[in-house]
């Protein structure tokens, strides 16, 4: 099955700073997801992104489909900004398994 | 707002008594998960229902059961729990498009139950 790589593991940053997280995935997606899990475990929907790049405010996401990659962008870190970064592919075409990947664990110092 | 609602958010069982954790959706999404979620790691899916169509995952232990009894709302229950099913379960879900390629359309979760097993 597809498999879904996410680097760095973990990630501390100086408030301010910016970063980029990649999710790499071992074969074609149609679509892919980012999810921000708080420290309180509430997974929140950051972008569905299939392919090119989308901007909410300090973040941004673009996904290169052909060569099987997305990044996610945080600019000018919060201290809000931590927990743990996921993203997602659809397990099977047109299918509903959701593979994730381990996820990138970001702390912000404030 | 529309959103995902599970109840209750803490779960303290004890071993091997049955235990029911509830989810409800007002966004209208045919498509409902349930994910067990440890210390640590990603959410594991355990099964999903496409409208009344129950879909479970291979690996997903007997014990873990579900319904959905109409649209808006999904149960999974959890017949014997062991020390080992202490998790947090996530509630999810997502709207399929027909022609778009699975269902991450729209993919929103619950704030999920934490549940002990004493």
């Known amino acids: 099955g597809i498999q879904v790589e996410q680097s760095p593991p973990d990630l501390i940053l100086q408030e301010g700073a910016n970063s980029t997280l990649r999710c790499n995935f071992s074969d074609s997606v149609n679509n892919l997801q980012w999810f921000h899990q708080n420290p309180w475990g509430q997974l929140i929907n950051l972008f569905y992104?299939?392919?090119g790049t989308k901007q909410n405010g300090r973040l941004s996401a673009t996904t290169v489909a052909t060569e099987r990659y997305s990044l996610l962008y945080i600019s000018s870190s919060q201290t809000t900004d931590s927990g743990v970064y996921f993203c997602a592919v659809p397990g099977n075409t047109g299918g509903f398994k959701t593979i994730f990947g381990a996820g990138t664990r970001l702390f912000v110092k404030a | 707002d529309a959103m995902v609602i599970q109840n209750p958010r803490y779960q303290v069982t004890q071993f091997g008594k049955p235990v029911t954790l509830s989810c409800s959706q007002t966004l209208n999404h045919n498509v409902m998960y349930w994910y067990q979620q440890k210390s640590s790691q990603a959410p594991k899916l355990l099964f999903h229902?496409?409208?009344?169509?129950?879909?479970n995952e291979a690996d997903t232990p007997d014990n873990f059961q579900s319904r959905r009894p109409n649209t808006s709302f999904c149960f999974l229950d959890i017949r014997s729990p062991g020390l080992g099913d202490a998790a947090m379960y996530l509630c999810a879900t997502s709207r399929l498009i027909p022609g778009q390629g699975g269902g991450l359309y729209g993919y929103t979760f619950g704030s999920g139950t934490r549940l002990t097993v004493v």
């Open positions: 229902y496409y409208d009344k169509d129950f879909n």
């Open positions: 992104i299939p392919s």
